[in-house]
């Protein structure tokens, strides 16, 4: 159902967030030829687990995605990213999609599983882009189906959906 609305934006959204390969090619090698910065007031790397710990203030920046955080844990396989943590008071990400328009989102825990390519938002979520959003205390993204879900056990809470016609009635655009 979300995938046939405009919620495939969040797929350039939340790859970027994850600093895995976005959907399409260009986008892909736009993200992959930007650095990847990550400040914080701290930091703690074990080479034995390939767990680094990023707290206090943590700021990821790529190209034009950008990740805001209390702390950050990053934990690789074989050299590559398998998770990626970040949780907050809340933990936000933004960034701007190929079209020019913003996208955000925002939870008490962002965890991404690169070798599921899922996303998931824990505790007070919201995903919007567009004006179009989605808000609840579990949301679920599945990044190679486009599939969205939230709500159910555990999450506490109703799920939250706005979406925005595509088309608003002339007498709307004159407000």
Same mark, same amino acid.
């Given at each position: 159902?979300?995938?046939?609305?405009?919620?495939?934006?969040?797929?350039?959204?939340?790859?970027?967030?994850?600093?895995?390969?976005?959907?399409?090619?260009?986008?892909?090698?736009?993200?992959?030829?930007?650095?990847?910065?990550?400040?914080?007031?701290?930091?703690?790397?074990?080479?034995?687990?390939?767990?680094?710990?990023?707290?206090?203030?943590?700021?990821?920046?790529?190209?034009?995605?950008?990740?805001?955080?209390?702390?950050?844990?990053?934990?690789?396989? !074989? =050299?590559? *990213?398998?998770?990626?943590?970040? #949780?907050?008071?809340?933990? +936000?990400?933004?960034?701007? &999609? @190929?079209? %020019?328009?913003?996208?955000?989102?925002?939870?008490?825990?962002?965890?991404?599983?690169?070798?599921?390519?899922?996303?998931?938002?824990?505790? !007070? =979520?919201? *995903?919007?882009?567009?004006?179009? #959003?989605?808000?609840?205390? +579990?949301?679920?993204?599945? &990044? @190679?189906? %486009?599939?969205?879900?939230?709500?159910?056990?555990?999450?506490?809470?109703?799920?939250?959906?706005?979406?925005?016609?595509?088309?608003?009635?002339?007498?709307?655009?004159?407000?």
């Amino acid at each position: 159902m979300f995938r046939d609305w405009r919620w495939r934006g969040f797929g350039w959204l939340l790859a970027l967030l994850a600093i895995v390969p976005a959907i399409s090619s260009q986008a892909r090698e736009t993200a992959d030829a930007a650095p990847i910065k990550i400040l914080a007031d701290k930091v703690e790397v074990d080479p034995n687990t390939n767990v680094s710990v990023y707290s206090g203030h943590v700021e990821l920046t790529q190209g034009v995605m950008r990740l805001t955080a209390d702390s950050l844990t990053v934990s690789l396989k !074989d =050299g590559q *990213l398998d998770k990626l943590v970040a #949780s907050g008071s809340p933990a +936000r990400f933004k960034t701007v &999609l @190929e079209d %020019g328009r913003p996208a955000v989102g925002e939870a008490r825990e962002i965890e991404f599983l690169a070798l599921r390519q899922r996303l998931l938002l824990k505790g !007070d =979520g919201k *995903l919007e882009e567009g004006g179009n #959003s989605v808000a609840n205390d +579990r949301i679920v993204f599945n &990044l @190679e189906t %486009g599939n969205l879900s939230a709500g159910g056990e555990p999450a506490k809470g109703r799920v939250e959906v706005t979406i925005l016609p595509a088309n608003p009635p002339a007498s709307e655009q004159s407000r």
